[in-house]
């Protein structure tokens, strides 16, 4: 069964940091692309960052880049999400998603086979 299980939500003031853990279980991790992926109440759901599988290229939205960092670790099946400067802007529920598949990762999340339950972030001060 494949699980996808996010962690490291919370409440933090802006500028703060926060590093979302998303845990695979039931699946090849490296066979899939993981996305991030975030929806605040009233919106629609927003592609976030995404990791690629073979050469572990990354995309991001415009809105979080330079600020959020993907990355993967196939060994322990973990993607992390690491969010600095955070924003109050930035609060949602966020999710990870895995995409069976090779080369570049999809920011839109049709693609995606397999979602996490989602972790809370707020951002407030």
């Known amino acids: 069964q494949v699980r996808l299980v996010e962690s490291g939500g919370g409440s933090v003031q802006p500028g703060g940091s926060l590093r979302l853990s998303c845990a695979a279980s039931g699946l090849p991790l490296d066979h899939y692309a993981i996305g991030w992926f975030r929806r605040a109440p009233g919106t629609e759901r927003e592609g976030v960052s995404c990791i690629s599988t073979d050469d572990g290229s990354t995309n991001y939205a415009a809105s979080v880049k330079g600020r959020f960092t993907i990355s993967r670790d196939n060994h322990t099946k973990t993607v992390y999400l690491q969010m600095n400067s955070l924003k109050p802007e930035d609060t949602a529920v966020y999710y990870c998603?895995?995409?069976?598949?090779?080369?570049?990762?999809?920011?839109?999340?049709?693609?995606?086979?397999?979602w996490g339950q989602g972790t809370q972030v707020t951002v407030s001060s």
């Open positions: 998603a895995a995409d069976l598949g090779f080369g570049d990762c999809y920011m839109d999340y049709r693609p995606y086979d397999y």
